[in-house]
């Protein structure tokens, strides 16, 4: 919202002290030392979303928006508050709102999955699943050039296993060491990032079991855990 402000459709608006202070715990710049959006209390949440409706208002009437909110599952219990009272009425505007998630992290928090839900119905929900193999190849072409090398490339779909986050991360670590005959150095720190974020969600047994499977490669058989 912040590159919006100098809109001359927002000039009226931001005129309006009363506005600007509704509008500030989104855009502390506008009134330095006020509230941040975590300190609003639940009964000012409907003022502030109500003013970001109006923000938005205005903009869409001169050209259609896109607000995109990205890992809702870390969001804070504020924010999804401000978006579950806002979502209603955005509907109504020339505004698409897209949100991200991890859905299981977020089952994880039992407040944040019920809100996302109540969220979700003032919308639709599209399940992302695992790109294929042309689909991860057009990927790697985007992110290294069209010139990359098909063993590459092969190596990327085989270990990125349709995952778009690992497929761009180790395409852009072997764009870095020009390694153009496969991916065999270690794993990026955004993928440890995101997989150490999923076993955190295991319990201590889990986690145990996972690291003594791990040892055994991509296969191996039960009885050997045991």
């Not at 509008?23 to 979303?49: E, H, I, K, S, Y």
């Not at 991360?169 to 993928?191: E, F, H, M, N, W």
């Not at 955190?200 to 045991?226: F, M």
Request: proline share 8%.
């Amino acid at each position: 919202l912040k590159p919006a402000l100098g809109e001359p459709a927002l000039r009226p608006l931001l005129l309006d002290p009363g506005f600007v202070a509704q509008l500030a715990p989104l855009l502390p710049d506008l009134r330095p030392g006020g509230a941040a959006l975590a300190d609003v209390a639940p009964a000012d949440t409907f003022r502030v979303a109500s003013a970001l409706v109006a923000v938005l208002e205005r903009l869409s009437a001169a050209a259609p928006q896109v607000l995109v909110l990205d890992d809702l599952h870390a969001a804070d219990h504020t924010t999804l508050a401000l978006l579950e009272a806002a979502a209603r009425e955005l509907r109504r505007l020339r505004v698409l709102v897209v949100g991200t998630l991890r859905e299981v992290e977020a089952r994880q928090r039992e407040q944040v999955s019920a809100a996302l839900s109540r969220i979700a119905r003032s919308g639709k929900t599209l399940p992302l699943g695992r790109l294929d193999a042309p689909a991860i190849t057009r990927l790697v072409e985007r992110t290294l050039g069209p010139r990359t090398s098909s063993a590459l490339e092969e190596s990327v779909v085989r270990t990125a296993e349709g995952n778009p986050l690992f497929a761009e991360a180790l395409a852009r670590l072997a764009a870095g060491r020009a390694q153009q005959a496969g991916v065999s150095a270690p794993l990026p720190d955004t993928i440890r990032e995101t997989l150490k974020a999923g076993t955190d969600l295991l319990s201590p047994p889990a986690r145990e079991l996972l690291a003594a499977a791990s040892v055994l490669g991509r296969e191996g058989a039960v009885s050997t855990l045991e």
